[in-house]
């Protein structure tokens, strides 16, 4: 299921990039909602918020190994069920956004952006499923996984 996941995040990725590739020219913007929300396409050469501008090297290496490294993480946490759903599906989401935006720097040197809030950097949707993926582990890790482990010693400590 996960990993259908992340097929589908590719895809959804791989759709609205090429449409607004096919239907708008470089740095086009459509205003949504007028001074909020505006459709702009621009390619980021660097990573979040355009950090590492020109380094495409660097960011397709760092990346490379970050996805290989999730990706036979999810495979052998899966198989020993080292990890709830709740970890899986993060996991699922960054790396299904991840690539997305990996693919578009082998191809072209570059990610396609378009979603333009105006006082935020313009982003797509690789970023939003990393970002949720990255919430939702925080969440796992700082909050859900403690509670288990609480309820898991609580239980012990009943049986014994």
Known sequence: MYYIAILALIGLDWLTKHWIQT????????????????????????????????????????????????????????????????????????LGGGLGNFFDRVRFGYVVDFFDFRIWPIFNVADIAVCCGCGLLVFYVMVWEPRLEKQKKLREEQEA
């Open 23 to 94: 239907s708008m020219a470089l740095n086009d913007t459509i205003p949504v909602i007028d001074g909020i929300f505006h459709i702009t396409y621009i390619h980021n050469y660097g990573a979040a918020f355009s950090i590492l501008q020109g380094k495409q090297g660097l960011l397709l290496i760092v990346t490379g190994i970050a996805m290989a490294g999730i990706a036979v993480y999810m495979i052998v946490a899966q198989k020993k069920k080292e990890l709830t759903p709740m970890g899986m599906w993060a996991l699922a989401l960054i």
